[in-house]
C-alpha cells in the first residue's frame, strides 16, 4: 500500500470512527413518547405501564413486612430504585435490604434481577446492597456493594463488580410492575386511582416471581396515575401462605406460615431522570470489551 492508499484507508477509518463516537457520546435519537392513554382504567393503566418503556424516568420501592405469623413484622425491610434514562439508554438499578423475615420467603422484588438480590442476601450480615447498571452493549454488576446514605445517592461499586456483554440496553429494565391483563379495576379515591381487591384480578396484574398458588385471597393492589396519565404510584399489599414440606424453617406448629408484604413504589423524574455510572471499577475481559463495542457498532 502506497502512502496516499495509506492516508486515505487511515482517513476513512477515522471518519468513521469519529461519527461512531460522536453519536455514542452525545446519544443522538429521536425521543418523543407520545403520552399514555386509554379509555377505560384498565386501558389508561396498561397503557401508563407501556409507557415506562419509553420515558425517562425513576421509581423508587419501599418494601414493610406487615404481618408474619412465624416471626417479627411490622418493620421496613428493603427498598429498590430503578433508574431508567432511555434517552441515552441507560438503566440503573439499586436494591438494598436492610431486615429481612428468617427462613425461606420469597422475594419482594419482580425480576430476576430482584430475585438474584433476595438470594444472596445474609440475614446476618444486613444491610445488603446490590448494583445493576446497563448501558449498550454492557453491564456492570455488583452484588455486595456499599450501602448508600439514602436511596436517591449516586450508588458505587465493590471490590466483587464485574463489566460483561449484553446484547441492548433493552434488557435494563428487568421486567414489569404492571403487567397486560384483563381484569377489571374498582374506582378508587379521585379519577386517577384504581384498585383490584379479588385473588385472580390480582394475579393477573402484578409480576410475581412465583406462582399464583401462594396468594391469599386478600391481596389488593392499588394504582394512581398522574396528571398526563403516566404511572405515579403503586401499593401493592400482597399475602403469602407458605405451605412448607419436609424439614423447611418456615413450619409453625399451628400449620402453614403467611406473610404479608406491603410494596409502594412511586413513580417520578419523567422526561428529566438520569442514569450514570455508579463509582468505581469493575474487573471485564477482552472478550467482553469487544462484544460490547461490536453492539455498539451495529447498534448505532
Same mark, same amino acid.
Given at each position: 500500500?502506497?502512502?496516499?492508499?495509506?492516508?486515505?484507508?487511515?482517513?476513512?477509518?477515522?471518519?468513521?470512527?469519529?461519527?461512531?463516537?460522536?453519536?455514542?457520546?452525545?446519544?443522538?435519537?429521536?425521543?418523543?413518547?407520545?403520552?399514555?392513554?386509554?379509555?377505560?382504567?384498565?386501558?389508561?393503566?396498561?397503557? *401508563?405501564? =407501556?409507557?415506562?418503556?419509553?420515558?425517562?424516568?425513576?421509581?423508587?420501592? !419501599?418494601?414493610?413486612? &406487615?404481618?408474619?405469623? %412465624? +416471626?417479627?413484622?411490622?418493620?421496613?425491610?428493603?427498598?429498590?430504585?430503578?433508574?431508567?434514562?432511555?434517552?441515552?439508554?441507560?438503566?440503573?438499578?439499586?436494591?438494598?435490604?436492610?431486615?429481612?423475615?428468617?427462613?425461606?420467603?420469597?422475594?419482594?422484588?419482580?425480576?430476576?434481577?430482584?430475585?438474584?438480590?433476595?438470594?444472596?442476601?445474609?440475614?446476618?450480615?444486613?444491610?445488603?446492597?446490590?448494583?445493576?447498571?446497563?448501558?449498550?452493549?454492557?453491564?456492570?454488576?455488583?452484588?455486595?456493594?456499599?450501602?448508600?446514605?439514602?436511596?436517591?445517592?449516586?450508588?458505587?461499586?465493590?471490590?466483587?463488580?464485574?463489566?460483561? *456483554?449484553? =446484547?441492548?440496553?433493552?434488557?435494563?429494565?428487568?421486567?414489569?410492575?404492571? !403487567?397486560?391483563?384483563? &381484569?377489571?379495576?374498582? %374506582? +378508587?379515591?379521585?379519577d386517577r386511582t384504581?384498585?383490584?381487591?379479588?385473588?385472580?384480578?390480582?394475579?393477573?396484574?402484578?409480576?410475581?416471581?412465583?406462582?399464583?398458588?401462594?396468594?391469599?385471597?386478600?391481596?389488593?393492589?392499588?394504582?394512581?396515575?398522574?396528571?398526563?396519565?403516566?404511572?405515579?404510584?403503586?401499593?401493592?399489599?400482597?399475602?403469602?401462605?407458605?405451605?412448607?414440606?419436609?424439614?423447611?424453617?418456615?413450619?409453625v406448629a399451628d400449620?402453614?406460615?403467611?406473610?404479608?408484604?406491603?410494596?409502594?413504589?412511586?413513580?417520578?423524574?419523567?422526561?428529566?431522570?438520569?442514569?450514570?455510572?455508579?463509582?468505581?471499577? *469493575?474487573?471485564?475481559?477482552?472478550?467482553?470489551?469487544?462484544?460490547?463495542?461490536?453492539?455498539?457498532?451495529?447498534?448505532?
Amino acid at each position: 500500500m502506497n502512502r496516499r492508499q495509506f492516508l486515505a484507508a487511515s482517513g476513512g477509518a477515522v471518519a468513521s470512527l469519529g461519527g461512531y463516537l460522536g453519536l455514542r457520546v452525545a446519544d443522538i435519537r429521536p425521543y418523543d413518547p407520545d403520552p399514555p392513554s386509554g379509555e377505560t382504567p384498565r386501558e389508561r393503566i396498561v397503557a *401508563a405501564a =407501556r409507557h415506562r418503556y419509553a420515558a425517562d424516568h425513576r421509581a423508587l420501592t !419501599r418494601v414493610r413486612i &406487615t404481618e408474619d405469623s %412465624a +416471626g417479627a413484622s411490622g418493620y421496613d425491610a428493603a427498598w429498590y430504585r430503578e433508574s431508567h434514562q432511555h434517552s441515552r439508554r441507560r438503566h440503573t438499578h439499586v436494591f438494598t435490604t436492610r431486615q429481612r423475615p428468617l427462613g425461606r420467603v420469597p422475594t419482594p422484588f419482580y425480576g430476576l434481577l430482584g430475585v438474584f438480590h433476595w438470594g444472596v442476601v445474609d440475614i446476618d450480615d444486613l444491610p445488603h446492597t446490590s448494583i445493576v447498571h446497563f448501558t449498550d452493549g454492557s453491564v456492570l454488576a455488583s452484588w455486595d456493594a456499599p450501602t448508600p446514605t439514602t436511596p436517591t445517592d449516586r450508588p458505587n461499586l465493590a471490590s466483587d463488580a464485574i463489566r460483561g *456483554a449484553v =446484547r441492548g440496553a433493552e434488557s435494563g429494565m428487568g421486567g414489569e410492575w404492571i !403487567r397486560p391483563h384483563r &381484569t377489571s379495576w374498582t %374506582a +378508587g379515591d379521585g379519577d386517577r386511582t384504581f384498585v383490584v381487591t379479588d385473588r385472580d384480578g390480582y394475579a393477573q396484574v402484578v409480576t410475581l416471581p412465583f406462582g399464583a398458588g401462594n396468594l391469599a385471597p386478600d391481596c389488593r393492589v392499588e394504582v394512581t396515575l398522574d396528571d398526563a396519565g403516566r404511572l405515579a404510584r403503586i401499593v401493592d399489599d400482597r399475602v403469602l401462605v407458605l405451605r412448607p414440606s419436609g424439614d423447611d424453617p418456615e413450619r409453625v406448629a399451628d400449620g402453614p406460615r403467611t406473610v404479608g408484604y406491603r410494596i409502594v413504589t412511586e413513580f417520578d423524574e419523567y422526561g428529566a431522570a438520569t442514569a450514570p455510572r455508579p463509582r468505581g471499577e *469493575a474487573e471485564t475481559t477482552v472478550r467482553a470489551r469487544l462484544s460490547s463495542l461490536l453492539t455498539d457498532v451495529r447498534q448505532y
